[in-house]
Structure formats: structure tokens, C-alpha cells
């Protein structure tokens, strides 16, 4: 594809592999700055994007357990690309081994040395989903960018999980609530940070998304923004303030583990009072400005030779010909891999472009 600069080709995704995943017991493809997959549904166009996505985040964006991944008549399954790889294994637990350049990394500093903004019918949970989405959606973005981030979320949850088992033992008699002292402390400052750094990523998309949303759905004057909403003002006098709620409920209560997203158009709560249009053109405008925050992230930290990949999994059917104009611009842009059923759906002059892929 001409046009396209020398760094934007050597961060390039050229070619994938996938053993027992899914439903591809054995499937290699090359990939073009614009890959088109099609085929029938059930084909395994998804299960392909799902892989990329295994390889930026070390986790799916469609399933949260790893043996699921797995082929239903094997023990492992590996994707590779040209420079990483990944491997899980079903037994004795499901695990997970990255490796880069053949290289074995730990997952926390793997995730992130291959980009990725994922749109998807799945998306529209971001909206319309619960706070679990919201969070997963945060979380995904951040830990691209921030070992810090994600290093400081693996402990948190590790914190948590000790936590919640000592309010069962409370609980039952079997320990003193003084005991949680300690595991207040630590939860209250790895939360905090993770908080920090979540309302930074906001702070960044607000200015930005409504304009945004005017180009993309030509709706002048609109206002959209993200809230962050806090389980807690103080999370670390409301972990000692409610602790019995806590010891009662064996569960923590407070913390970025229970925090939300609020999305307003117009100062009203999209998911409430919102058309489905209007969510789609909310959704596309988070996305871009996803990316940008990628970017801008990369560029800070010199790593901006690392162009995030694109993945639009069996959206263009979602939207007519305005909103698939503002998906094209993105395809000059960043490498990007799509999914259809229907290749009818897809403009011509891009179809030219592309490598195309069919499962059928």
C-alpha cells in the first residue's frame, strides 16, 4: 500500500499463527496494513482477532478464562506472530507463558509491546454493560502503556483476595477485625494509585470527545463525557469507617474494584436515555480517542515506533455510510484487521487495498 511510512511497516503485524485455538486447530495467514477476514458466521473470524488480542494483553477481550481458549481436543494452544508468542496450557491449571523473540517475559512487562484498540459488538457494553466492562475497558487501555499501572492492579487484586479471606475468617470467629490494619493500608494505597492514574486517562479523553462526537455523528453542540465515579470519597478512612459492613458481607466493599464509569450526553446518562445511533457515535468517538491516548502515551515514552493496531471485529454492519467514512479515515492511519460476513458491506476503493482473507 503506498504511502505508508517506513516505522508504521516494520511495526507491522506481517504474519500470524494459531494451534489449537478456538476452533483453528492449524491456521497461518499474512497480513496486509488492512486485512479483511470474511467468511460465514461460526467460520472463526473472531476467534482470529481474539488472538491478536491475546498477544497485546495477555488476556481476551471476550473470555476471561484462559482453558476456554483452548481447543476442545487439545491441552495447549499457542498464537504467534512474527517477533511474540503465546502459549496456554489447560493442565494441571490453565496457565499462560509470552515469550518475545523467543525470549520468556512475565506477562506484566509483555503486555503492551503490541498495541491494540479493539471495536467489537462487545463494545457497546462499555455503555450499556455493567461496571465490570467500564473497569475492564480502563484497565485494558492502561496496562498498555503503564507497568506501573498494571503492575500496581496484579498486586491490588493479590491484596483484595488476602483481604476478603481474613473478613471471612472475622466472620466466622476465627481471627480479630484489628488484623485488618495492615491489609486496610496496603489496599488503600495500591487503590489509590490505580484510582490516580485512571482519572488521569479520563482527564485526557474529556476535552477531546465531544469534539469527536460532533465529527463523527454531525450533531453540533453536542457535550459527551466520561465520569469516573468513586466507590469511596476517602478509601482509606471508608475501609476503617465500614468495616463491619465488610466483616458482614465477607466481601471488600470499597475500592477501584467497585468504582464505575458514567457516560453523559447532553448531562444525561447515555445507557438510560440515549438512541442506539447515538451510543454507536459515543462509542466510535471513545475508540479514536483511545488510540489517541495510545499515542500519546508511546510518544512520552519514546516507544512511539509501537503504532497500536487496530481490530474492528463485525462493526461495519453496525453503521451506515457516514460512520463507516470516519472507520476508513483510520485505516491510512494504523494497521487494522476486520471481520465481516459480508464483504458487500465494505467500500470498494478499501477492499482494493486490502488483503483479504476468506474462511469460507
Same mark, same amino acid.
Given at each position: 500500500m503506498l504511502g505508508i511510512c517506513s516505522d508504521i511497516i516494520k511495526s507491522m503485524i506481517k504474519k500470524l499463527k494459531l494451534e489449537n485455538f478456538r476452533n483453528h486447530k492449524n491456521l497461518?495467514?499474512?497480513?496486509?496494513?488492512?486485512?479483511?477476514?470474511?467468511? #460465514? !458466521?461460526?467460520?472463526?473470524?473472531?476467534?482470529?482477532?481474539?488472538?491478536?488480542?491475546l498477544i497485546s494483553f495477555c488476556r481476551s477481550y471476550r473470555e476471561e478464562t484462559k482453558s476456554n481458549l483452548i481447543h476442545f481436543e487439545s491441552d495447549f494452544s499457542r498464537v504467534s506472530t512474527d517477533n511474540f508468542e503465546i502459549c496456554l496450557i489447560k493442565s494441571p491449571v490453565a496457565s499462560l507463558r509470552a515469550k518475545k523473540?523467543? *525470549? *520468556?517475559?512475565?506477562?506484566v512487562d509483555f503486555v503492551?509491546?503490541?498495541?491494540?484498540?479493539?471495536?467489537? #459488538?462487545?463494545?457497546?457494553?462499555?455503555?450499556?454493560?455493567?461496571?465490570?466492562?467500564?473497569?475492564?475497558? =480502563?484497565?485494558?487501555?492502561?496496562?498498555?502503556?503503564?507497568? $506501573?499501572?498494571?503492575?500496581? =492492579? *496484579?498486586?491490588? !487484586? @493479590?491484596?483484595k483476595k488476602q483481604r476478603n479471606h481474613l473478613l471471612r475468617n472475622i466472620h466466622q470467629g476465627a481471627s480479630k477485625p484489628s488484623e485488618l490494619d495492615y491489609w486496610d493500608k496496603e489496599l488503600a494505597g495500591l487503590? !489509590? =494509585?490505580?484510582?490516580?492514574?485512571?482519572?488521569?486517562?479520563?482527564?485526557?479523553?474529556?476535552?477531546?470527545?465531544?469534539?469527536?462526537?460532533?465529527?463523527? $455523528?454531525?450533531?453540533? !453542540?453536542? @457535550?459527551?463525557?466520561?465520569v469516573y465515579q468513586k466507590s469511596s470519597p476517602n478509601l482509606a478512612e471508608d475501609l476503617v469507617?465500614?468495616?463491619? @459492613?465488610?466483616?458482614?458481607t465477607e466481601r471488600s466493599n470499597f475500592g477501584p474494584h467497585r468504582d464505575d464509569l458514567l457516560f453523559l450526553f447532553n448531562g444525561r446518562n447515555m445507557a438510560r436515555f440515549s438512541s442506539r445511533g447515538e451510543i454507536k457515535s459515543a462509542l466510535?468517538? =471513545? @475508540?479514536i480517542a483511545e488510540l489517541k491516548y495510545l499515542e500519546k502515551e508511546l510518544k512520552k515514552k519514546n516507544l512511539d515506533k509501537r503504532e497500536p493496531i487496530l481490530l474492528l471485529d463485525d462493526v461495519y454492519s453496525e453503521f451506515d455510510a457516514d460512520h463507516k467514512k470516519h472507520l476508513s479515515k483510520l485505516l491510512i492511519e494504523y494497521q487494522t484487521i476486520i471481520t465481516s460476513a459480508d464483504n458487500s458491506i465494505l467500500d470498494e476503493k478499501m477492499l482494493g487495498d486490502a488483503k483479504i482473507i476468506d474462511l469460507a
Open positions: 497461518e495467514v499474512e497480513l496486509g496494513y488492512t486485512t479483511v477476514i470474511i467468511g #460465514p !458466521n461460526g467460520a472463526g473470524k473472531s476467534n482470529i482477532l481474539e488472538a491478536v488480542s523473540k523467543g *525470549v *520468556v517475559r512475565k506477562a503492551g509491546e503490541l498495541p491494540a484498540v479493539i471495536f467489537s #459488538p462487545e463494545s457497546f457494553n462499555i455503555v450499556m454493560g455493567g461496571p465490570n466492562e467500564r473497569r475492564r475497558f =480502563l484497565d485494558m487501555m492502561l496496562s498498555e502503556t503503564s507497568k $506501573s499501572y498494571i503492575s500496581n =492492579l *496484579v498486586d491490588y !487484586n @493479590k491484596i487503590g !489509590n =494509585l490505580i484510582i490516580k492514574e485512571r482519572i488521569s486517562a479520563i482527564d485526557f479523553i474529556n476535552p477531546i470527545i465531544s469534539g469527536l462526537y460532533e465529527e463523527i $455523528s454531525g450533531q453540533k !453542540n453536542s @457535550k459527551l463525557e466520561v469507617h465500614f468495616r463491619q @459492613k465488610d466483616i458482614v466510535l468517538a =471513545l @475508540k
